[in-house]
């Protein structure tokens, strides 16, 4: 060492350490990224922007949130993709990015309750109406679209009433009267639905279902088809500091190699044990999008490549709140609890829903499908019935 640069102490090694270790690792899987600041070599390149490939921030991207927001991009069919905390704060931005106050929004009567309860406890007190529609109006949505109508939802099927929607026709309608079109496509884990092919400007979903595929990971994405919806999406994703955890999203990379057979297994395991429940005198109606009990079922038939691992039953109407806790209770392998798309099967019980129409009073209980061997579900299922009944 020089008189001008003296062998630094060990306090400055820590941070500025001499060595580092060969970069050229090639592994199969992308590599965890973490970092907030990024370095410049110029004063004049130094920017704080959340457009452009290069890297600003880490609030903008590091190598591992592109690499995932690309792979779903390239996925989906979009013009780009932002990564976000979750699902739930995918709907907030879609918001957020497209309404202001005095403007209105639509959404279907069916979408996941956290959409609604936004729109109602927090949207509202913004100045946003949000009015909810019956999910299986196609184009006649356009009775309800205002001069302010500024963005329409669709969720397709519905959650836990399971309706399909009409999205092209919603589409055609919406952009005639100039109103984009949000997706909520978590149920076709953005490929069971190709929502850009029909016409959707946003499409969004959580990741936590499908692609993360284990429980163990919250984490969503919105995607974009115009360059509008990119401008918007892309300005608000910044402004709102939806920033993501790089280790996060190598789960939802390492989910989405396993996605294909995952979703396999999933689709014929829960149609088996739909087509059982189907056969059983104490159920009514099984509400799976491939079964023609399921509202909107022949536009699955049209729209969609396959059917996931989530549908509901509606009991017979003798069986009364008592008897269906009793029933969803005495199961073992299917476990109480919200979400899916995991590797376990889960039950829930539904009070009376808040729908126009199709509320069911109280008689629905949606179930998710796992990886277990179906013959033990259904024994599972039997067993459980055979108590109640
Ligand atoms: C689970 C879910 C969400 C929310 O996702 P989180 O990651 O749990 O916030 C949104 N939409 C639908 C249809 C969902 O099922």
């Given at each position: 060492?020089?008189?001008?640069?003296?062998?630094?102490?060990?306090?400055?090694?820590?941070?500025?350490?001499?060595?580092?270790?060969?970069?050229?690792?090639?592994?199969?899987?992308?590599?965890?990224?973490?970092?907030?600041?990024?370095?410049?070599?110029?004063?004049?390149?130094?920017?704080?922007?959340?457009?452009?490939?290069?890297?600003?921030?880490?609030?903008?991207?590091?190598?591992?949130?592109?690499?995932?927001?690309?792979?779903?991009?390239?996925?989906?069919?979009?013009?780009?993709?932002?990564?976000?905390?979750?699902?739930?704060?995918a709907?907030?931005?879609v918001?957020?990015?497209?309404?202001?106050?005095?403007?209105?929004?639509?959404?279907?009567?069916?979408?996941?309750?956290?959409?609604?309860?936004?729109?109602?406890?927090?949207?509202?007190?913004?100045?946003?109406?949000?009015?909810?529609?019956?999910?299986?109006?196609?184009?006649?949505?356009?009775?309800?679209?205002?001069?302010?109508?500024?963005?329409?939802?669709?969720?397709?099927?519905?959650?836990?009433?399971?309706?399909?929607?009409?999205?092209?026709?919603?589409?055609?309608?919406?952009?005639?009267?100039?109103?984009?079109?949000?997706?909520d496509?978590?149920?076709?884990?953005?490929?069971?639905?190709?929502?850009?092919?029909?016409?959707?400007?946003?499409s969004m979903q959580?990741?936590?279902?499908?692609?993360?595929?284990?429980?163990?990971?919250?984490?969503g994405?919105v995607?974009?088809?115009?360059?509008?919806?990119?401008?918007?999406?892309?300005?608000?994703?910044?402004?709102?500091?939806?920033?993501?955890?790089?280790?996060?999203?190598?789960?939802?990379?390492?989910?989405?190699?396993?996605?294909?057979?995952?979703?396999?297994?999933?689709?014929?395991?829960?149609?088996?044990?739909?087509?059982?429940?189907?056969?059983?005198?104490?159920?009514?109606?099984?509400?799976?999008?491939?079964?023609?009990?399921?509202?909107?079922?022949?536009?699955?038939?049209?729209?969609?490549?396959?059917?996931?691992?989530?549908?509901?039953?509606?009991?017979?109407?003798?069986?009364?709140?008592?008897?269906?806790?009793?029933?969803?209770?005495?199961?073992?392998?299917?476990?109480?609890?919200?979400?899916?798309?995991?590797?376990?099967?889960?039950?829930?019980?539904?009070?009376?829903?808040?729908?126009?129409?199709?509320?069911?009073?109280?008689?629905?209980?949606?179930?998710?499908?796992?990886?277990?061997?179906?013959?033990?579900?259904?024994?599972?299922?039997?067993?459980?019935?055979?108590?109640?009944?």
């Amino acid at each position: 060492m020089t008189d001008e640069h003296p062998a630094p102490h060990w306090r400055t090694k820590l941070v500025h350490p001499g060595v580092t270790a060969p970069q050229d690792f090639r592994a199969l899987v992308p590599a965890v990224h973490r970092g907030s600041t990024v370095l410049f070599d110029r004063v004049a390149d130094a920017r704080d922007d959340w457009r452009g490939d290069g890297y600003t921030y880490g609030l903008y991207g590091t190598p591992t949130t592109r690499e995932l927001a690309l792979r779903v991009a390239d996925l989906e069919g979009a013009k780009a993709s932002f990564v976000v905390p979750g699902g739930q704060a995918a709907i907030a931005l879609v918001y957020l990015a497209h309404c202001r106050a005095g403007d209105h929004a639509l959404v279907p009567e069916s979408a996941y309750r956290p959409n609604r309860e936004l729109a109602d406890k927090l949207l509202a007190g913004l100045g946003i109406e949000v009015q909810a529609y019956d999910p299986l109006l196609g184009a006649e949505i356009t009775t309800l679209i205002r001069p302010n109508t500024r963005l329409i939802w669709c969720e397709s099927p519905g959650t836990i009433t399971m309706e399909v929607q009409d999205v092209p026709a919603i589409v055609a309608t919406a952009h005639e009267r100039g109103v984009p079109v949000a997706l909520d496509n978590t149920y076709a884990a953005g490929v069971l639905f190709d929502a850009f092919a029909h016409g959707v400007d946003v499409s969004m979903q959580a990741l936590t279902k499908y692609v993360g595929g284990h429980s163990d990971l919250l984490l969503g994405t919105v995607s974009v088809g115009t360059v509008e919806a990119h401008e918007r999406v892309g300005a608000t994703h910044g402004l709102l500091g939806l920033a993501v955890s790089p280790d996060d999203c190598a789960l939802a990379l390492r989910g989405l190699e396993t996605l294909a057979v995952r979703l396999d297994r999933l689709q014929a395991t829960a149609l088996n044990v739909a087509h059982w429940l189907k056969t059983r005198p104490e159920v009514e109606l099984v509400l799976h999008p491939a079964l023609p009990d399921c509202p909107g079922h022949d536009v699955w038939r049209r729209d969609f490549t396959g059917s996931a691992s989530v549908f509901s039953v509606v009991f017979r109407p003798e069986w009364d709140a008592e008897r269906i806790t009793r029933f969803v209770e005495g199961l073992r392998l299917f476990r109480l609890g919200f979400s899916w798309g995991g590797t376990h099967s889960l039950v829930m019980a539904y009070p009376p829903l808040p729908r126009m129409q199709r509320g069911y009073e109280g008689r629905v209980v949606r179930l998710n499908v796992g990886l277990e061997e179906p013959a033990d579900l259904i024994a599972d299922l039997r067993h459980s019935l055979s108590l109640v009944s």
